[in-house]
């Protein structure tokens, strides 16, 4: 599925069962919601906390649903998201094509 197909499916869904988008301040929010479930999981998996009983332990459901919050708001607010992403690629290419390379701590 590409970028531009993402966002068509996001918003056929929104429009079938979710009647409408939350404003923006609410998927805002949402987002970081969605951001703070991945943070616990990552702490609990790679830093020194440990997992409570029953509680997730697989990222990749907290990761789609950030994906699906940041394909909402690029949605209402007019976002080709990924014109947008191959934009940042070509920002991020010519800024630092040297700069990672080169950096003595990377090694």
């Not at 404003?23 to 999981?41: D, K, P, Q, S, Y």
């Amino acid at each position: 599925m590409t970028i531009q197909e993402a966002q068509n499916t996001v918003d056929k869904w929104i429009k079938q069962y979710g009647v409408r988008y939350f404003n923006e301040l609410t998927n805002m929010t949402c987002l970081m919601e969605e951001v703070g479930e991945l943070a616990r999981i990552i702490a609990r998996k790679y830093g020194e906390q440990s997992f409570k009983e029953g509680e997730k332990e697989d990222p990749s459901e907290e990761i789609a649903d950030i994906l699906w919050v940041l394909i909402c708001l690029s949605n209402q607010m007019g976002i080709n998201l990924e014109e947008a992403f191959n934009k940042s690629i070509q920002k991020k290419t010519s800024r630092d094509k040297y700069r990672h390379i080169n950096n003595t701590k990377l090694k």
